[in-house]
């Protein structure tokens, strides 16, 4: 048990410490939220900044274009970024965290070679094509049809929940390419381009009032063949391997943003006179413990994910840090209505729209009710059923 | 950073679990219940020869030399185990009380406020300084013969079946100070959440096995996700707890021992209520285990440092 | 909605409590929890009590020897007793709570006027022959075998969680009688004599140390044909008929007993100092309004099966007020630990006992996973399944 | 005893129900929230005209005469259907604010340090005493016009779409005194509670609704025990809310009424909440009402009576 980092790991903090203080100062404005295109400029002038300075895809293999770093390294990345309130991956998402890494472990050299340096040089934004409004925590039931018509696929259907879809290159997009085959047989994993013919994307207002999220409606969308990461009805196990192994950095931002955001209302409970409640503070205290322990947790799971080498871990463990953490970031914004009181009800004060924004975290990416069934199941071995 | 168990860390652990296994598993747990035997002499000598209580000190002072963080290994199998005795308190005086680190000496805590745990058995006794945990700092504990405070004791009916408990008098004079650091508060609250996590883990195993042997309904009631996810509710709460309880170990932070002990309590009495939820009528039996963990856990959450005290350590530390 | 009483429901708690002043002064000492023969005879004695001053059977039906009083008397009844503290029920619980009113319900003439007069009259306990270890939760997976032979029935099996089996004169009992059949189908019921060869009785001790079930081991007893309840093969519609309506009057005696409890919590707070922890007496604060609400949906249910009439309400409503309730009290001695401190590992002291016996509260008679089934199937109409 | 709805309590339910039904279903309510509309004059004379604001004034008066418990019905009713405005205020002016009664006044409430909701749309104000629920009594609340405090407010951007607020700064001057019996207080919160009952019984019905017809994994989500215990858990909150809510009306008694807003307060918004799991991403979306009904419960959960001050007020009666 050793929280020590290593010479080499404290090397790499002190020069990408030292990095970001010079070019985080020269940054430009933060975009307007529903400023599509300010955004993606934003989101990949930073990506172009990380690549310029060795920073881009700091996870991925180095043959992949990537730096191969570790899970410590990349965990010391995410950990500085967020302290040093660096941009987040924003539009670069799901290009540098799930499709990128889909075909640099499945894709052909000559997809790779296609797809992947765009994405490092944030030249080429993608989003995700996977939930359906029929399918969500079942998503192996999606019905979005592709139909071979020589060398191409027509497709067919909607996706639901798709973030960053106004302003995206590419899709990766699940669809059904055998229906008579069982439900996980028959999927197969394509790159949609996004100004092809037949997409239509329509922003999907959330109860935060925000439009982070699209509905994509594709009518008879013509992708290439050869835009097919790995075999035909073979998709779900091409985008399982990518999800179910990560190398327990998914949260590092957040566990450093959610200990921020305490801290924070801790000091607004002293300066508005709240912290006298015993109730209040000792719930403050209670979340001190919750979030110094996942902080702890994913430290435990990096390492793990260092030690289990490139292979990284099986996704199971993510479910008992997803599982905690959600409900701990929903009860740490209860508590900052507390702290507010009658202001929680003001949209314009601080942690009213992320309490909105929370309510999201115990269904988004897995509801809890399934994280609590994959538990249960993969890692204790209880028998599947009822 | 590796915040994994090195290799002899693991060696230790299994070491040890196979000697609890050996001289307490269930069969001799059960008899010395049903004996009503506390501390068992001939075990403690071996637990001592074992390095149980002398581990953490110098190999120089006949110690075994290591760190906290394998003291928490150890003190985890004993809380797995429901090894009884008061161990901690013993370890704690491995050093200054002679005998305690050979486990010749038996060492109980004296807590103001508190009721005496194996007073009765006793050589000795650690009187702990008035320090609160809410940031009074701790004053140096004393050490005082148990003898002359048991005769103004009296026996209490204690919840757990395996720790007597004594009502002691506030100790009217001071007894011999000992040469610490005064950190045998925080300590002793790390190496208890040590043994809830143990607990919470233990009781774990015992639900999910429950639950995939018992059938209902015409299927185990594991496969019913009531069942289901209250097993994966425990498993949460002792796998948080345990990144909270090695990481203190590691930083001997006593915020983040504060940390540790509150989401240990808290993993130990909620996992042994939901394991005895999981066992139906069985668990509300004298027979079952279960409620030898949950009345241990009640316990352990108000030894050393409560939950209350915790809340406003971890509170303060936010400002 | 009238929480007023009427001038008949006024008079009733009058003359009831006029009574009690004069009878409870002069009642022997309580028996130790052990002493079996004493607690029958204590239990016995004020049953005999009550069916002299004309309230034994209050709720029975007129024809079965009861008083036919009405839902509301019977809550006045109850309340009042726990008020005065009266004995509890006790060893005749079965026989004047679940026997007695089956017998009512479904037994023959010559069945009702053999084993209803001795219940009234508190000449003859009964216990309860229902749960197996292996049939819990899943009461109709029972395995007790009842072969015919003859005129009578053989038979074998164990039962559990049997209270009063030591100074019990008879047992109703669920027994299989055609294991062909589908679970619920080959079921009878029977009414033993706990003296008959065969009858095995060993005190099962709990996790409060105490010995308040019994183990019941049955080695081919012969049960007369005649004391069959009901029609072969039809025990589970008979036992369920009665369980299944219910008046609402459960609990009145526990809820006010629990309300009692928690001003005792109060005062004892206040003595000890702890009252000034906002923590604590907020939380005691919060508990006063779950009993007094459970109080008032105590009279909720009441009134409904008063405006029902004879037939009582269905005992899903039941399953409502269970799950509250029993989570509650648990808070209730939590709550209690936390006042008492330190002292609450001191089995000598008020409530620590309660706290442990409290444990079985979400287990026992439906644990709050099947109450919450039965809720969302029978009350909300949910699909039944997995 | 009768603790059940008489028939005329029935008729009466049925028929604001209807009426509500009719002038704001679903449709009219989602045009509502995208037209922005707070207060609909229209429907308020006609919610007035119902009987809404004069229920409780005696006939003599113009009234209808009736009481609490029939006060409470209708405005659960309110809180079932989202109706938005000061219905509270407004109800509880009826008589000393002239046209409260008739529905021809809005009367919003101004309470020392919580925003004021549709100041914006108010003709009057009705500015409650100091009383804080805790024991201190409850000093008479006066009345003012809305226009001169609205000078010196300051709009809100709300979370609650359907509640327009506005800050205000303290008034300065005493507003003219109200003929009532300084009960202002504790018969808001009972009505905020039956506005929150309502709330917490519909968030039920469409979590019911959903489950039963959302297929997943080839089956209604509602077959599912995860699914079925949440609904279950939602309508137990609900029905003790709601016996505590009508005992409250028919007592008026303040320590009662503290218990029923605790309890409504807790079934709207955790129903709400549940409600919303139960509908996964669907329930995330602005197009479903579940996060209506969650803001607006979060909202009232802050009015008139808060769970502290009504915790202190019911562990207050323990003594």
Redesign the interface.
């Known amino acids: 048990?050793?929280?020590?980092?290593?010479e080499e790991?404290q090397e790499f903090r002190a020069r990408l410490r030292a990095w970001l203080a010079t070019v985080l100062p020269a940054l430009p404005a933060k975009p307007a939220p529903d400023d599509w295109p300010g955004r993606r400029a934003y989101d990949t002038a930073w990506q172009r900044a990380l690549y310029d300075a060795g920073y881009a895809g700091l996870h991925w293999p180095v043959d992949a274009g990537g730096r191969g770093a570790t899970p410590?390294q990349h965990l010391i990345f995410l950990e500085e970024t967020e302290r040093a309130g660096a941009p987040y991956v924003g539009a670069n998402f799901v290009g540098l965290l799930h499709a990128g890494p889909t075909i640099a472990a499945e894709g052909t050299a000559e997809q790779r070679a296609r797809w992947l340096p765009p994405v490092l040089r944030g030249d080429e934004i993608w989003c995700q094509g996977f939930?359906e409004?029929e399918?969500?925590?079942?998503l192996a039931?999606l019905r979005t049809r592709a139909v071979r018509d020589g060398d191409h696929y027509v497709v067919s259907g909607s996706k639901?929940?798709t973030s960053h879809a106004e302003v995206a290159d590419w899709c990766e997009l699940l669809v059904r390419t055998d229906p008579a085959a069982p439900r996980h047989r028959g999927i197969s994993w394509l790159a949609m381009e996004m100004d092809a013919p037949g997409v239509t994307v329509r922003p999907?207002?959330?109860?935060a009032?925000s439009t982070e999220f699209a509905e994509m409606f594709l009518d008879e969308v013509r992708v290439p063949v050869s835009h097919r990461v790995g075999a035909e009805n073979d998709g779900w196990r091409v985008t399982m391997v990518t999800l179910s192994f990560e190398r327990g950095t998914a949260f590092v931002g957040e566990v450093v943003a959610c200990r921020r955001t305490?801290?924070a209302?801790?000091?607004e409970a002293?300066r508005n006179g709240r912290w006298d409640?015993?109730?209040l503070?000792?719930?403050?205290?209670?979340l001190?413990?919750?979030f110094?322990?996942?902080w702890?947790?994913t430290?435990?799971n990096?390492?793990?994910a260092?030690?289990a080498g490139s292979g990284g871990v099986p996704g199971t463990g993510g479910s008992?840090f997803k599982?905690?953490y959600s409900h701990a970031r929903q009860e740490l914004y209860e508590a900052a209505?507390e702290v507010l009181?009658?202001d929680?009800?003001?949209?314009?004060r601080e942690w009213?729209l992320d309490r909105?924004s929370s309510?999201?975290y115990?269904?988004?990416a897995g509801?809890?009710?399934i994280?609590?069934?994959i538990?249960?199941?993969r890692?204790?071995?209880?028998?599947?059923?009822? | 950073?590796?915040?994994?168990?090195?290799d002899d860390?693991r060696a230790l652990r299994a070491g040890v679990r196979e000697l609890l296994a050996g001289r307490f598993g269930r069969d001799r747990m059960r008899a010395a219940l049903d004996a009503g035997t506390g501390v068992d002499r001939a075990l403690w000598r071996e637990l001592g020869e074992a390095g149980f209580f002398a581990l953490r000190l110098p190999e120089a002072e006949g110690g075994v030399g290591l760190g906290l963080?394998e003291a928490v290994l150890l003190f985890e199998e004993a809380g797995r185990s429901l090894l009884p005795g008061p161990l901690i308190a013993t370890h704690l005086a491995a050093g200054p009380v002679k005998g305690a680190a050979q486990g010749e000496a038996v060492v109980a805590v004296l807590d103001a406020g508190q009721p005496v745990a194996h007073l009765g058995e006793a050589d000795a006794l650690l009187v702990l300084g008035p320090g609160d945990g809410r940031g009074v700092p701790e004053e140096s504990a004393t050490v005082r013969e148990a003898a002359t405070v048991r005769e103004a004791a009296d026996p209490v009916r204690s919840i757990d079946p395996f720790t007597p408990l004594w009502r002691v008098a506030e100790p009217a004079e001071a007894g011999e100070p000992l040469p610490r650091d005064g950190r045998l508060r925080t300590e002793g609250a790390l190496l208890a959440a040590a043994e809830q996590l143990g607990s919470a883990a233990r009781t774990?195993e015992m639900a999910?096995q429950h639950?995939?042997a018992r059938e209902q309904f015409g299927?185990?009631i594991?496969?019913?996700?009531a069942?289901?996810?209250l097993?994966?509710?425990m498993?949460?709460r002792a796998?948080?707890?345990?990144?909270?309880v090695?990481?203190a170990?590691?930083?001997a932070d006593p915020?983040?021992i504060?940390?540790?002990k509150?989401?240990a309590d808290d993993a130990a009495v909620r996992n042994a209520r939901d394991c005895l939820q999981v066992h139906g009528g069985m668990g509300f039996t004298w027979e079952s285990d279960v409620h030898l963990h949950l009345k241990r856990a009640w316990l352990r959450s108000g030894q050393w440092l409560t939950a209350?005290a915790?809340?406003?350590?971890?509170?303060?530390?936010?400002?």
């Open positions: 048990m050793d929280l020590a980092y290593t790991e410590t939930s409004p399918a969500g925590s079942d039931a639901i929940w999907l207002r959330t109860l009032g305490l801290a209302l801790a000091a002293r409640d015993p109730v503070r000792r719930g403050l205290g209670r001190n413990a919750e110094r322990a996942l702890r947790l430290q435990w990096v390492s793990e260092q030690r008992v599982l905690r209505a009181g009658a929680s009800a003001d949209l314009d009213a909105l309510l999201s115990t269904i988004a509801t809890s009710q994280q609590r069934n538990v249960a199941e890692i204790l071995g209880l028998p599947k059923g009822r | 950073m590796d915040f994994q168990l090195s860390q963080p774990t999910v639950a995939g299927a185990p594991g496969s019913f996700q069942v289901k996810h097993c994966a509710g498993l949460v796998e948080l707890a345990r990144c909270a090695y990481a170990a590691v930083t915020v983040e504060a940390g540790a509150l989401l209350a915790a809340e406003e350590v971890l509170a303060g530390n936010l400002c």
